[in-house]
């Protein structure tokens, strides 16, 4: 029995090249890493780019291991946070915020894997000079995208 499906027009999804994009919080879950360690794991959606895959990124977080390493990741934290305009404060963050939470921000592409597979990598910017910061204050909604 023949199935009437025509499938000559699908593809594999690639990545996009590296350059400035709108990114949706499609996901993120905390998690913990192989070796244990706290983490967030979100799954960003590119906007205008349905056929692209989602990028995956990774947030570390702090465990008190280590100060020097801690700092670090609370930087790439916070960098995050701001990037995607998600409330924090002293108290902390909430992770019910991510979800639908966007950014426009750099995308580059990974170096092959031992499959020869590439991948897109989210680049934070730099938090705005000392002055300019502060704790970010939660903005609008957004419509909350579709799950893929």
Not at 24 to 50: D, F, Y
Not at 64 to 77: Q, R
Not at 94 to 105: E, K, L, Q, R
Request: overall charge negative; glycine content about 6%; hydrophobic content about 35%.
């Amino acid at each position: 029995m023949k199935i009437p499906l025509n499938l000559n027009e699908i593809q594999e999804s690639r990545p996009v090249p590296n350059g400035k994009y709108h990114l949706i919080v499609a996901s993120a879950e905390e998690k913990k890493s192989q070796k244990g360690s706290p983490m967030i794991v979100c799954s960003l959606g590119i906007s205008g780019h349905e056929d692209a895959p989602n990028v995956s990124h990774y947030i570390s977080l702090p465990d008190g291991s280590d100060p020097t390493k801690d700092n670090f990741k609370a930087l790439m934290l916070k960098r995050f946070l701001h990037a995607f305009n998600i409330a924090f404060d002293e108290s902390g963050f909430d992770m019910d915020d991510f979800i639908g939470a966007d950014a426009d921000a750099d995308l580059t592409l990974s170096e092959p894997d031992d499959s020869g597979n590439v991948y897109n990598r989210l680049q934070l910017p730099k938090l705005p000079s000392e002055g300019n910061e502060g704790t970010v204050k939660k903005a609008s909604t957004a419509a909350k995208p579709p799950k893929r």
